[in-house]
């Protein structure tokens, strides 16, 4: 497997409270993403990374903010949570030089706001 | 909260059965297209990959079909095993771009 970590694995928040999820790994990739998954939509592309301090959004980056200050580690900030982000949130890396290849995803953190 | 396999088509089959799982892509300018295994309470594990310039290509049991006029992909999965029972999802890329689109999935049931 993959060494993807993402930090915590579950988490209830309260509305309008910062919030910070952590995906670490120990592979060394270029290419790390943030997807959140929901019922009837699957996984959705938060914001991406293609190199220390270089991000990009993806379809559903409203609301959400990141930083990669480090190869292995890729944060993923909700400034001010609300319940339409209480959702399940999966890291993943690609595993070759390119972005080209397949991605191998972390457990998953599961997100509530109340 | 709801499980990610509520609203999904369901795929129902018998134990030894050979099943067949449908995707259906939406850019004509992808050139590498991706199965995902997803099991409850889990993250999506990669299972078998193409790209456009093969239509088949095999695994461990499983066998991924491209049709590139009409857009669609194909998972099969022989002798299926209800450890196989999962959400599996498509996955599509287009060479230059860093990021992988996904479809909804489908979830498959395997009965003993």
């Known amino acids: 497997d993959a060494g993807i970590t993402q930090s915590p694995r579950h988490k209830v928040t309260e509305t309008g409270t910062p919030v910070t999820l952590r995906c670490h790994q120990t592979?060394?990739?270029?290419?790390m993403y943030w997807y959140r998954q929901d019922p009837g939509h699957g996984l959705r592309l938060i914001h991406y990374?293609?190199?220390?301090?270089?991000?990009d959004k993806g379809e559903v980056s409203d609301g959400y903010s990141v930083s990669r200050s480090k190869t292995e580690d890729f944060l993923l900030t909700l400034e001010s949570a609300t319940s339409s982000q209480t959702s399940v949130y999966f890291c993943?890396?690609?595993?070759?030089?390119?972005?080209?290849?397949?991605?191998?995803f972390g457990q998953g953190t599961r997100l509530t706001v109340v | 909260g709801e499980s990610v396999g509520l609203h999904l088509p369901t795929l129902s089959v018998q134990e030894g059965d050979n099943s067949i799982i449908n995707c259906a892509y939406s850019?004509?300018?992808?050139?590498?297209f991706i199965w995902y295994k997803q099991e409850s309470g889990k993250g999506p594990q990669f299972i078998i990959d193409?790209?456009?310039?093969?239509d088949k290509r095999q695994g461990q049991r499983v066998t991924v079909l491209l049709n590139k006029t009409v857009k669609h992909l194909s998972l099969q999965i022989a002798a299926t095993q209800p450890g196989d029972s999962a959400v599996y999802f498509c996955?599509?890329?287009?060479?230059?771009?860093?990021?992988?689109?996904f479809g909804k999935g489908t979830m498959l049931l395997v009965s003993p």
């Open positions: 850019n004509s300018a992808s050139d590498y």
């Open positions: 990374s293609y190199g220390v301090k270089d991000t």
């Open positions: 193409i790209r456009s310039n093969m």
């Open positions: 592979e060394n990739h270029r290419y």
């Open positions: 996955a599509e890329n287009m060479l230059g771009y860093s990021t992988l689109t």
């Open positions: 993943a890396i690609t595993a070759g030089r390119e972005a080209n290849t397949e991605a191998f």
